[in-house]
DNA sequence: GGTCAGCCTTCCAGATGCTGGAATGTATAT
DNA sequence: ATATACATTCCAGCATCTGGAAGGCTGACC
C-alpha cells in the first residue's frame, strides 16, 4: 500500500505520515523502488496515532500508547494512567483559558469601541488607571 | 537603562526582550559600547507587551496594539475589535478542550485500569468495538 | 519510443514564541 | 591584575507539522 492509500485509511496527510517516519513512530517497509510500503500492522498503529492525536496526547504519549498497545502483558492500567494525565492537562489548560477568557470580557465590557482615541482595554494593558487619558 | 533593568521593570527576560528587537516590536536606542539603553517609551511599549502577552494576544496582534497605543487618533472601535477576535479564539478553544474533556472521560470511565491488558481506551483508539480483545 | 499526468522520494525552510548555550566584549570593584 | 557581573551576537532546539523545490518512477496514450 502506498502512502497516499495509508493516508487515506489513517486521516493522516502524507507529509504527517512521513514525519512519524522520521521521529520514529512508524518504520514501513520499502519496495525495490524506494516507496514506502504500508502493511496492515503499519496502517494500525497510524490509525492509533490519528486517534489519539485527535484525543489531545503529545506525540510522546503517542509513542508509549503503541507500545503499550503492541504489548500484550501491558496492564490496563498504564494505559489509564497515560490517560489520565492528558485529561488532567487538558482541564488545566481549560481553567487557564476560563481565566484568561474572563479577564478580557472585563477589559472589552469597559471599552466604548467608538471613534474616540480614550480606550479602557489599552488602559488596562498599559497599567494606566481609567481615565488617565483625560486627566 | 540597562537590558536587565528593563526586564525588572517590564517582568519579561533579557532574552525575550532581545527577541522582540529581533521582530521588531520594538527599537531600542544604543550607547556607544553597543549596549541597549531602553527608554520610559520603550519601556511602555515592553510593559504593553508584558500585559499584552498574558491577556493571550498573538505577538502579531500586539504589534497592532502598540500601532494604535501609538496612534493618538486611533478609534477605540479598533482596539476593542483586536480584543474581541482574541476572546472568540480563547473561547472556541475553550469549547474544543471541554469536547476532548468529555471524550477523555468516557474513554477513562471505560478502562478497568487493573492488571489485564483488555483495555476500552487501546479499544476506543484502535476503532476496535469494546470487547473485542477477548473474542 | 516519446510524452504527460500523477504519483513517489529527499531535503530545506518556515511557522510560533521563546529559551539555552557558546564565544566574546565591557564595566566596576578590589 | 583579576574577579564578577554585566552586555553582545549567533546558532540551535523545543513541538508538530506544512509548504515547496528538485528530481525519480509509473502507467496510459499516441
Redesign the pocket.
Known amino acids: 500500500m502506498?502512502?497516499?492509500?495509508?493516508?487515506r485509511h489513517s486521516g493522516?496527510?502524507?507529509?504527517?505520515i512521513?514525519?512519524?517516519?522520521d521521529?520514529g513512530l512508524i518504520t514501513?517497509e520499502?519496495?525495490?523502488?524506494?516507496?514506502?510500503d504500508f502493511s496492515d500492522q503499519t496502517l494500525d498503529r497510524l490509525r492509533l496515532?490519528a486517534q489519539a492525536?485527535l484525543m489531545g496526547?503529545?506525540?510522546?504519549e503517542?509513542r508509549k500508547l503503541l507500545a503499550l498497545n503492541a504489548d500484550e502483558h501491558r496492564a490496563s492500567r498504564d494505559v489509564r494512567a497515560l490517560a489520565e494525565q492528558n485529561l488532567a492537562s487538558v482541564r488545566a489548560k481549560i481553567t487557564e483559558l476560563q481565566a484568561l477568557e474572563a479577564r478580557l470580557e472585563g477589559l472589552v465590557a469597559q471599552c466604548h469601541g467608538d471613534d474616540d482615541p480614550e480606550c479602557a482595554i489599552l488602559d488596562g494593558l498599559t497599567g494606566t488607571a481609567p481615565g488617565c487619558a483625560a486627566r
Chains 1, 2 share one sequence.
Open positions: 502506498n502512502i497516499s492509500d495509508a493516508a493522516l496527510p502524507a507529509k504527517t512521513r514525519y512519524y517516519e521521529i514501513p520499502r519496495r525495490a523502488n524506494g516507496y514506502r496515532l492525536r496526547f503529545s506525540l510522546e503517542c
